[in-house]
């Protein structure tokens, strides 16, 4: 059977961007034909400046939302990354195989550490290691499917990279995976900035929607979103970003083509005043079941108990034989 493993970092409240691009298709499809397992990826969201208590409450609420977005821990395995020492140890020997260029070419190391170094800060070792440890996360558990949105191609691909080498060096141990992106809405743009991807990492954000949003902000924030100096509703992502945007949410939301949707509008307005209701009505049962679990904490740590116990077994025996393919001696 098919194994899909992908993950969420903790690092911000979650948000349309990672529903559309990721989460929604866990819950409506990966986990009804695969052996799925999803993953809350704590120790990612140590690469940068953290406060614990933060991190500690946003890896329970993205586990939560994960749950509110239909993942059924009958049909897959949902735990926290922290929880599977698997993923710690096989990083370590992926560190061995990965090279110092191939890290620092990644964009994303890039664009933070860039960033970082403007603001005067330091940049964290882990942070330019951190598609190590994603490469751990997904050959661990023999993935062969990892569906993502745009921004996590370059990162799924070192994982290919590292498989491969690993393989050639030391003999056949990892499945090499392959990143699986969404038909619509791979990369959900910032509604006040529709050149820039809709971030949770960003504070405030009046051009990101949370999925907790009311949705009286969230008809807020769609309704004042950026859109071109045109008239027209085309659909081109170069031209006119801001209209494209909206195009994709609304197709995302409701089915449908973004090209095919652009013609049956107007006006901007009436375009907006759609989306605004698709993102409401898309997300109103999500926040539901939410509520419903946050009044039930104890379900979710349980949940999260299980599925770290599954997922540590699933991802033992092949980090072992790495251990063993590498060189190192058996514990015994
Ligand atoms: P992250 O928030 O970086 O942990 O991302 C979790 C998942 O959501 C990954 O598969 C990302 O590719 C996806 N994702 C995050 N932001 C967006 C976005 N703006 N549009 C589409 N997918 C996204
Ligand atoms: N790096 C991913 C992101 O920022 C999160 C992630 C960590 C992940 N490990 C993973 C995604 C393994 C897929 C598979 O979105």
Not at 178 to 202: D, F, H, I, W
Not at 220 to 247: C, F, H, I
Not at 309 to 326: G, Q
Request: charged content about 25%.
């Amino acid at each position: 059977m098919t194994r899909i493993f992908s993950g969420v970092k903790p690092t911000g409240h979650l948000t349309l961007g990672n529903y559309l691009g990721a989460v929604r298709r866990w819950a409506d499809v990966d986990q009804r034909r695969a052996d799925a397992l999803f993953c809350v990826v704590d120790l990612h969201a140590l690469t940068v400046d953290h406060d614990p208590a933060r991190v500690r409450r946003l890896s329970r609420q993205a586990a939560t939302l994960l749950l509110a977005s239909g993942l059924d821990p009958r049909l897959c395995t949902v735990f926290v990354q922290s929880h599977v020492d698997e993923h710690a140890r096989l990083s370590y020997l992926l560190e061995c195989v990965a090279t110092d260029g191939e890290m620092r070419r990644m964009i994303q190391y890039k664009e933070k550490s860039a960033r970082e170094r403007e603001r005067g800060g330091s940049v964290r070792l882990s942070l330019l290691t951190y598609p190590v440890l994603m490469a751990a996360d997904i050959l661990a558990y023999g993935t062969d499917e990892v569906p993502v949105g745009d921004d996590q191609a370059q990162h799924v691909e070192l994982a290919r990279d590292l498989a491969v080498r690993f393989n050639q060096r030391y003999g056949h141990t990892f499945v090499v995976p392959r990143a699986t992106r969404p038909a619509v809405a791979a990369r959900v743009m910032n509604l006040q900035e529709p050149t820039s991807k809709m971030g949770k990492s960003e504070d405030v954000g009046p051009g990101i929607v949370y999925l907790l949003d009311e949705p009286d902000v969230i008809r807020k924030k769609v309704m004042r979103a950026v859109t071109d100096s045109g008239r027209d509703v085309v659909y081109d992502r170069e031209a006119g970003p801001g209209v494209a945007n909206l195009l994709e949410i609304l197709a995302a939301c409701g089915g449908g083509d973004p090209e095919a949707l652009s013609g049956t509008y107007a006006s901007y307005g009436a375009l907006k005043k759609d989306v605004a209701d698709a993102v409401v009505e898309v997300l109103r049962p999500v926040q539901q079941r939410h509520k419903e679990l946050c009044a039930d904490p104890a379900y979710v740590e349980d949940v999260l108990r299980q599925g770290a116990e599954k997922a540590r077994k699933t991802a033992r025996p092949t980090v072992d034989e790495a251990y063993a393919a590498i060189g190192l001696l058996p514990a015994g």
